[in-house]
């Protein structure tokens, strides 16, 4: 039981370029979260998804953009990246809202 | 805004002794509060969670309070051990909402 994966761990991207963070669970859980850590910032919510077809902007969306075509998959898009981008994402679901989500290990992302 | 605070950034405590973290939030409408643990290039991992309807829960070496009068929350670990040493976030669920606010988080370190 893998819970939840992101790939990649690490990536370093160069201003104006774009990517996809992936995310998949093998839980069968509705709920999918993609939340930011930022030093001394705590974890701020991006886009989250309570299921397949139905996703929502979090605290901070802009620069960002998801789908959840599956249970499974939830991939965060960002589309040209800028150094405020660059921060740890996690990943993370739950099969009952907010009462015990699994984070995925995250991935480091830099913007240069 | 932010409506989950974590005022301490950092804690140092010796083996053995009780580390206390505290947060305090100023949503009313919060009716559920959990603590999140996180090691280093890992996901946050769920910890211990209290009901806004109870003033105390206790599993094991971690307890948690809530005084509701006073928005305030705390967490308790006694004895401290070394392996305790991560960051520590508060989060809080909206009543009949489905997402969490976390906290900036506070790095304990236990010293042994």
């Known amino acids: 039981n893998a819970g939840v994966t992101q790939t990649p761990k690490f990536r370093i991207l160069k201003i104006g370029q774009s990517m996809t963070l992936q995310c998949t669970q093998d839980?069968?859980?509705?709920?999918m979260y993609w939340y930011r850590q930022d030093p001394g910032m705590g974890l701020k919510l991006i886009y989250y998804?309570?299921?397949?077809?139905?996703?929502d902007k979090g605290e901070v969306p802009n620069g960002y953009n998801v789908s959840r075509s599956t249970t499974e998959d939830f991939p965060l898009r960002l589309e040209l990246a800028a150094p405020s981008q660059t921060s740890v994402y996690f990943c993370?679901?739950?099969?009952?809202?907010?009462?015990?989500?699994?984070f995925g290990s995250g991935t480091r992302l830099t913007v240069v | 805004d932010q409506q989950v605070k974590q005022n301490s950034p950092s804690l140092s405590v010796q083996e053995g002794r009780i580390s206390i973290l505290n947060c305090d939030y100023t949503?009313?409408?919060?009716?559920?509060f959990l603590w999140y643990k996180k090691y280093p290039a890992e996901g946050p991992t769920f910890l211990i969670s209290?009901?806004?309807?109870?003033d105390k829960n206790e599993d094991g070496r971690f307890t948690v309070f809530l005084n509701k009068s006073a928005k305030h929350l705390s967490l308790h670990i006694v004895p401290s051990q070394p392996g305790d040493s991560a960051v520590y976030f508060c989060?809080?669920?909206?009543?009949?909402?489905?997402?969490?606010?976390f906290g900036a988080g506070t790095i304990l370190r236990v010293k042994s």
């Open positions: 989060a809080a669920n909206l009543l009949n909402g489905n997402k969490l606010v």
């Open positions: 998804s309570v299921g397949a077809g139905i996703t």
């Open positions: 209290i009901s806004s309807i109870k």
């Open positions: 993370a679901s739950s099969g009952q809202g907010t009462y015990g989500y699994t």
């Open positions: 839980m069968n859980h509705n709920y």
């Open positions: 949503n009313s409408m919060f009716d559920y």
